[in-house]
């Protein structure tokens, strides 16, 4: 009964704990989806590699999103011709390079304040890494859905113009759109369409806000149920799971490393509040696979993963996901066997 | 032509209005203490009335016909009736469940008797300035840390309150007096306590009951390592305070 009682508690307080920040990350990513033009953005970003993906993976600090915010963010980026490296970055350093992250982890971990830099520091480092590497690849179409593909440029070939003169239509191949202002060709770079179009829809502002609301309470409702699994898995193992057995994993430095990677990878909590729930181990796990935890869970987990597979081939998103695993742990193992922290 | 009841918006009202309740009714209810430490209350508070305004924003579409929003880039997970099944039922839950502090269990089981657990505190603040007689159970644990030779307290003069635990291996004249200690929520809470030497049976003072001791302190060898032990004068069974845990 006491450890019911226990279990109890602490799933309450997590979920106290944890919905501040859960609203804080809806409210600021529906906002920005709504009201941020991301192809003003593009614009002024580098085109260098590694300058793009630097650039990508702090674009967090501007677009707040949790994972499940990033990838339809990541799609957009892609599809208005954002480099590659812009958007894997952009991908993977997102959801926990942001101030509310940021903020949430201090919260957390206030006394082990070199954990928020550690995460942060290694996020930036393990996403711009795989970023290089995936803009290796030049051509990102054959990586994507082909639906995404498709919006996306040849590397090589000149856009062509977006509005075609009427004498010329018959005499060019593909798929169109007929409107009143002209004949919109379909498939070509978004960017390229975008720019054809003669005006975008102007919204009101009551409109807007009740966009905002209307995305938020989507967003809240199902992160939120995310949210409360993720706590009643976290109440349940502290309290269900004989102690040795956790200290016994959890003290390893390699044990407790993958122990945390597989929690964060199954668990799929939310960025803005997994420091909450890593919390709960860190007394117990070993400081580097809490990092692990921190580190890995944002960038690929078994939610979004689906998100991702709406975007990328399966074959793109197991290479993402080895990746990370394999560079965070490499990373995280040598902060337990080289740093006293 | 009769409006059918818009369920949907109705539904997303009360998962919004029951959860925001739910946080508010632990603040009014004094509860909140229990699960969070008291500089983040006022976020818990926060979140509770955004969500009772967006109830409000919320249910203004169940007395007009709502036009749809094509939101676009959101993906659907869950389907939208088990999320909010989870979220009401957890609402209701919420509402009606009163949380409990830890008890003597949950200290054990995280090892209390052992001082070796002791470390994971990294004390911003070192109370050494704080005369024995005005250090509560966490200035004790964190002065112990900083130079850990029991010695160098014996004698001194200790006045603590906590929770009582009886250590299943330590004999009838002892017990623990324990705090529980949050840097956050109640998710990192780690117990600290010091043990007693009572001079009568423990049975008087049944864990979880709530003492507050004055005495002075001593060593002694408990479980095969020397440690500090208090003699207490004067033992008071007090009330649970509003706030159990230390900082």
């Known amino acids: ?341 | 032509m009769k409006r059918t009841f818009p369920w949907p918006t109705f539904w997303d009202m009360a998962a919004l209005l029951l959860w925001g309740l739910m946080l508010l009714r632990y603040w009014w209810s004094g509860r909140l203490a229990v699960l969070l430490h008291p500089d983040y209350h006022w976020l818990a508070i926060g979140a509770g009335w955004v969500l009772v305004l967006m109830a409000l924003w919320r249910s203004v579409g169940l007395f007009q016909p709502q036009t749809k929003f094509d939101t676009g880039a959101h993906m659907a997970l869950l389907p939208r009736q088990w999320s909010l099944m989870v979220l009401l039922a957890i609402a209701v839950f919420g509402l009606i469940y009163v949380p409990r502090p830890f008890s003597s269990d949950a200290a054990l089981a995280r090892g209390i008797a052992d001082p070796v657990g002791l470390t994971r505190s990294q004390p911003r603040r070192f109370a050494r300035n704080t005369p024995p007689a005005e250090r509560t159970l966490i200035d004790w644990i964190r002065t112990l840390n900083v130079y850990p030779e029991p010695d160098a307290y014996a004698g001194d003069p200790v006045n603590v309150t906590g929770f009582v635990i009886h250590p299943p291996d330590w004999d009838d004249h002892y017990v623990m007096v324990a705090r529980f200690v949050l840097t956050c929520c109640a998710a990192d809470a780690y117990p600290v306590g010091l043990p007693v030497k009572l001079t009568g049976d423990r049975a008087e003072f049944p864990p979880d009951s709530w003492i507050s001791l004055q005495g002075t302190l001593f060593t002694e060898t408990l479980d095969g390592q020397r440690r500090l032990v208090i003699a207490p004068d004067e033992v008071l069974a007090v009330p649970e305070p509003k706030n159990p845990y230390e900082f």
Do not use: H
């Open chain 1, 1 to 341: 009964m006491s450890q019911l009682n226990q279990g109890l508690t602490l799933f309450l307080s997590l979920l106290v704990e944890a919905t501040p920040f859960l609203l804080l990350g809806v409210a600021f990513s529906s906002l920005l989806a709504i009201l941020v033009d991301e192809r003003k953005l593009i614009a002024y970003t580098p085109k260098n590699p590694v300058l793009a993906a630097i650039t990508g993976s702090l674009f967090g600090c501007v677009f707040p999103v949790c994972e499940c915010g990033n990838v339809p963010v990541a799609r957009r980026l892609l599809m208005q011709g954002a480099p590659s490296a812009l958007a894997i970055g952009f991908l993977l350093a997102a959801p926990t390079v942001n101030p509310i992250v940021f903020w949430a982890t201090w919260v957390a971990f206030r006394d082990q304040p070199a954990m928020v830099f550690w995460r942060v520091g290694l996020t930036i480092l393990v996403s711009v890494i795989i970023a290089c590497i995936f803009s290796v690849q030049k051509d990102l179409r054959p990586f994507l859905q082909p639906t995404i593909a498709r919006y996306l440029p040849a590397p090589a070939t000149q856009p062509e113009p977006a509005l075609v003169g009427s004498g010329s239509t018959l005499l060019q191949g593909g798929d169109f759109l007929l409107q009143s202002t002209g004949t919109l060709k379909l498939d070509q770079p978004m960017l390229a369409t975008i720019a054809g179009a003669a005006v975008l829809p102007q919204q009101s502002w009551q409109a807007k806000t009740q966009a905002v609301l209307e995305m938020m309470l989507q967003e809240f409702r199902e992160l939120g149920a995310v949210l409360v699994m993720g706590s009643a898995i976290a109440a349940t193992v502290q309290v269900a799971i004989p102690r040795e057995w956790i200290l016994a994993l959890g003290q390893g430095p390699i044990t407790s490393i993958l122990a945390m990677m597989l929690l964060a990878w199954v668990v799929s909590i939310c960025s803005t509040v997994d420091s909450f729930f890593a919390l709960s181990f860190a007394s117990i796990f070993t400081s580097g696979s809490i990092l692990a935890f921190l580190v890995f869970g944002p960038m690929i987990d078994l939610k979004n993963i689906s998100l991702l597979l709406t975007t990328f081939k399966g074959r793109a998103v197991m290479y993402l996901f080895v990746l990370a695993a394999q560079l965070t742990f490499v990373f995280t193992l040598a902060v337990n066997l080289y740093t006293s922290w």
